[in-house]
């Protein structure tokens, strides 16, 4: 076995500089209006998010029917929603996708350069039950795609699959048990379960910058690439944009794939930052051939256990690091100064955060360092550094988006002084009081993770018994029995960061909430149970646990450079508030121990079934 060793990481720099730096470049990033400096995407920004670019809507008869499930999303969320429940010996099961196919964030993606950015082996789900193996250690966005296509082939899903279709209504009917679901396409469709899987990764965010309907030339959201417009495909060859001077508003994780493809192909890049993320290198190894005959069965599940236990707990003692990347190297290298303690078991926690605080700072400033390696101009170097703690933001790798910087026809753009892009004109971008004339601008600015609810489930209303908004219930912090069930919305089901455990892997959440909400459904149906939902008590007590056990990253959060990891620094009267949602505090783990405890005793204690 290779052994994973920490990094060498400089530690020539006085902490409490940085520090302050830290602060002073969040300061400068802070907006007043948060999260709502992003437009909602209705009315005439609609086509943002409703417009298919990849399947044209084929004309179909409206649906009026009865069934047992409903899937609202056909990503792997509702995939594997979908999966168990068929696993669990229910069959009448939909999916209702407002995409032409299964996939999700990986159907509506695939501008060039998509690659999955953390180890395809964690991150893609039932590789062991559909005997796939990744190609390389950071799968290509198609390869992922395809293998959703086989999840829904495998497990029957495409039979009741109802694809290129908006939910719009959502509303509980307590005359006949069932939810009536109403879409764009006319349907009515009366199901006895519902379960919620949009994800939070499925609605395009746009920045509210003025003007921006003003724009005369080309315009799309990067999760709706045109390359009707761009040509060549996923793996590049833009050759339209060959006298084409094209802008990019946005530096996260989608910029980072998309800019060199574009530097590479455009007549002239702008590249408009905010705010820079951290790049690591990327070192895209083939999948060793050597290594795969050496799995035992259950590799996965364990795999995932390693990969989590190194990032979100922190450190793995006794442990290899078995990803062995960026993700790891944070837990890698305060395991080591950990370890090397001559009493490693008294260390305090209070001891333990300083040490990893002190090694954040370090990986933080190796990844600056290695800028100034890569990029010739000091200026766009210093310009591209990342001031913030690791995990403000979500750590990326490439190996050739630095370097797109030392071409003569890429420029970037800095707008962290102006907050953003001033506005848009007919003929392009204002930054800095100077106008950027373009041909076409890609809004790659990401998706709403930490908006309201209303606008990230992307359904007009969603009504339980006597008419009760779901969005109104939860306007002030979810309400839920182990985060997937809510009193007063019967046989409904949440999938996401509702209550519950969270995992390094949102994949390996969706699969652990599959199996329980596939469990209760299962058994509701067996029971003769036309309708399930939590009594008030056990939904109490469960919000009172998960308020109970929480850790409080607030004080982390608050220090960290706005972006959706915090709700834009918590502006706009919002506060502050995690990706995350509301997590159990003991764990993802720990709450797959409680759900298995739960189930085994079979009495589905704090659910009525009548």
């Not at 009267?573 to 993802?588: A, N, V």
Request: with cysteine; proline share 5%.
């Amino acid at each position: 076995m290779t052994t994973c060793a920490p990094t060498d990481t400089p530690d020539d720099f006085d902490i409490d500089a940085l520090r302050e730096k830290y602060a002073q470049e969040r300061a400068k990033r802070l907006r007043p209006e948060g999260s709502k400096q992003y437009v909602e995407l209705t009315d005439e920004f609609a086509g943002y998010y409703e417009n298919d670019p990849y399947t044209p809507v084929q004309p179909r008869n409206p649906i009026h029917e009865d069934i047992d499930v409903a899937v609202l999303g056909g990503g792997f969320g509702g995939l594997l929603s979908a999966a168990h429940l068929k696993k669990a010996g229910v069959d009448d099961v939909r999916i209702i996708e407002l995409g032409g196919d299964f996939g999700g964030v990986w159907y509506w993606n695939r501008y060039p350069g998509i690659q999955c950015d953390n180890e395809s082996y964690c991150y893609i789900p039932l590789l062991e039950e559909l005997n796939f193996m990744p190609s390389k250690k950071f799968a290509d966005g198609a390869e992922i795609y395809e293998h959703c296509r086989n999840i829904g082939k495998h497990f029957g899903l495409y039979d009741k699959a109802i694809f290129s279709t908006q939910v719009r209504d959502l509303r509980w009917d307590d005359e006949i048990h069932r939810w009536r679901i109403s879409t764009n396409r006319d349907d009515d469709i009366r199901a006895r379960f519902v379960v919620l899987a949009s994800g939070p990764f499925h609605r395009p965010k746009l920045p509210g910058i003025p003007g921006i309907q003003d724009f005369k030339g080309h315009a799309f959201h990067s999760s709706r690439w045109d390359y009707d417009y761009t040509g060549g495909d996923t793996s590049g060859n833009l050759h339209k944009l060959a006298d084409k001077k094209v802008a990019v508003i946005g530096t996260g994780a989608t910029a980072i794939q998309i800019v060199p493809f574009l530097a590479r192909d455009a007549g002239h890049l702008y590249v408009f930052q905010r705010t820079p993320s951290t790049v690591d290198e990327r070192n895209n190894a083939p999948t060793d051939p050597e290594w795969v005959k050496s799995l035992q069965p259950g590799w996965q599940k364990e795999r995932q256990r390693n990969f989590h236990a190194w990032t979100f707990e922190g450190m793995a003692p006794g442990q290899p690091d078995l990803v062995c990347d960026f993700w790891t190297e944070l837990g890698r290298n305060t395991a080591a100064r950990v370890m090397a303690l001559e009493d490693p078991a008294s260390l305090t926690p209070e001891q333990f955060m300083a040490i990893r605080e002190e090694e954040d700072y370090k990986l933080m400033e190796r990844l600056r360092r290695r800028i100034d390696a890569l990029v010739e101009d000091p200026q766009t170097a210093e310009a591209l550094k990342p001031y913030y703690r690791f995990l403000c933001k979500r750590p990326l790798s490439n190996d050739e988006y630095l370097p797109a910087f030392n071409r003569p026809n890429v420029t970037l753009v800095d707008v962290s002084d102006s907050r953003g892009v001033e506005k848009v004109t007919e003929n392009g971008l204002v930054a800095g009081g100077v106008e950027y004339e373009v041909d076409c601008i890609i809004y790659a600015s990401g998706f709403e993770i930490t908006t309201d609810i209303s606008r990230r489930y992307s359904i007009d209303a969603i009504e339980g018994r006597d008419g009760l908004s779901l969005y109104d219930y939860w306007r002030d912090g979810y309400k839920t029995l182990h985060g997937m069930t809510s009193r007063g919305f019967p046989n409904q089901f949440f999938t996401g960061f509702t209550q519950v455990g969270i995992s390094a892997n949102i994949a390996a959440n969706y699969e652990l909430q599959g199996e329980h909400i596939a469990y209760v459904i299962a058994e509701a149906l067996s029971r003769g149970a036309e309708v399930v939902e939590p009594t008030q008590d056990a939904q109490d007590a469960w919000c009172r646990t998960v308020k109970e056990t929480a850790v409080d990253n607030s004080a982390f959060d608050a220090s960290c450079t706005p972006g959706y990891y915090n709700n834009e620094g918590g502006g706009g009267g919002e506060g502050l508030r995690s990706h995350l949602g509301e997590p159990y505090g003991p764990g993802f783990y720990a709450f797959g121990d409680l759900l298995a405890g739960w189930r085994e005793k079979g009495d589905m204690d704090g659910l009525v079934l009548r």
